[in-house]
């Protein structure tokens, strides 16, 4: 670990870099993120700013819009506008970590707009083995309205644009020639799966799979956002049908729990990692 990142590791052999004070300009919405993230053979599984999407920064937590104040980076969807360059980004600021361990971290966050405090988030990230080919990324953010008055969680969709549903956990996989398949217990696709709730959603590359899980009642409550056509990246949906408003004093709380595996999961496979990864 030094001033800006430190490593996870299970059993001595790193898999993810945290960092926690990225130099980015303020259009990408700067925040902490975990990048590379790996498989225990090493494989990458995630991205940082490709081409596409500047502002996909590994796997992370990113809101579009919070009170208008966009926390996931690139451009703001206006209703009957279309996406628009808007100063009005905000940034997450790293404050201290309360635990740090190699295989884990508890940290303490602010989420700051217009020189203003809007949220204090606690973060709890692990590192868990499983078995000698996957581990276990456990991500927990609790996010406490520090303001006097109510706070307003939207999205592209709440905004006008139907589909795009995305702010809170968001994994932004490795682009690979070919798209990776997406499956859930009982749908596969990204038409199918897009949008909807599943306990757990399985997204497999070449040589390697996510199984992504809510691990809370509330977490699973979340629709799915998932691509795989345009660009792989998989997420829950805070405000997927109407604005999510998280009252003064109060705490929004979520847990993903995401299996990193080497070689390509069938849906057994993947359920079973998922039971074996998430505590009741």
């Known amino acids: 670990m030094n001033n800006d990142s430190l490593v996870l590791r299970i059993g001595g052999r790193p898999v993810g870099r945290?960092?926690?004070?990225?130099?980015?300009?303020?259009?990408?919405?700067?925040?902490?993120?975990?990048?590379?993230v790996t498989t225990l053979a090493g494989t990458a599984v995630t991205e940082?700013?490709?081409?596409?999407?500047?502002?996909h920064l590994g796997v992370g937590v990113a809101v579009p819009d919070v009170e208008g104040h966009n926390f996931w980076g690139g451009r703001t969807y206006v209703?009957?506008?279309?996406?628009?360059?808007?100063?009005?980004?905000?940034?997450?600021?790293h404050s201290a970590f309360q635990l740090c361990d190699p295989d884990g971290f508890v940290e303490e966050l602010r989420w700051?707009?217009?020189?203003?405090?809007?949220?204090?988030?606690?973060?709890?990230?692990?590192?868990?083995?499983?078995?000698?080919?996957?581990?276990?990324?456990?991500f927990t953010f609790s996010l406490t309205n520090v303001t006097a008055g109510g706070l307003s969680f939207g999205s592209p969709a709440t905004n006008g644009r139907p589909g795009a549903a995305y702010g809170g956990f968001f994994w932004r996989a490795?682009?690979?020639?070919?798209?990776?398949?997406?499956?859930?217990?009982?749908?596969?696709?990204?038409?199918a799966v897009h949008a909807t709730t599943a306990d757990w959603l399985a997204l497999a590359g070449a040589g390697w799979t996510l199984v992504l899980a809510g691990a809370t009642a509330a977490t699973r409550r979340d629709p799915w956002f998932v691509r795989t056509a345009q660009y792989p990246g998989v997420g829950s949906s805070l405000a997927h049908d109407k604005?999510?408003?998280?009252?003064a004093?109060?705490?929004?709380?979520?847990?993903?729990?995401?299996v990193v595996a080497d070689g390509?999961?069938?849906?057994?496979?993947?359920?079973?990692?998922?039971?074996?990864?998430?505590?009741p």
């Open 48 to 55: 940082l700013s490709p081409a596409d999407h500047a502002h």
């Open 174 to 191: 490795r682009k690979e020639p070919d798209a990776p398949r997406v499956f859930t217990a009982d749908a596969e696709g990204e038409e």
């Open 264 to 279: 390509t999961l069938d849906r057994s496979g993947a359920a079973a990692l998922v039971r074996k990864a998430v505590s």
């Open 249 to 258: 004093g109060d705490t929004l709380v979520r847990r993903v729990v995401t």
């Open 112 to 138: 700051m707009a217009a020189g203003n405090e809007l949220l204090r988030e606690r973060r709890t990230v692990a590192a868990v083995g499983l078995t000698d080919s996957a581990w276990a990324l456990d």
């Open 243 to 247: 604005r999510l408003i998280v009252e």
């Open 79 to 93: 209703r009957d506008q279309g996406p628009t360059e808007l100063d009005n980004h905000g940034a997450q600021r």
């Open 18 to 36: 945290y960092v926690t004070r990225p130099a980015l300009p303020d259009r990408l919405s700067p925040r902490p993120y975990l990048h590379p």
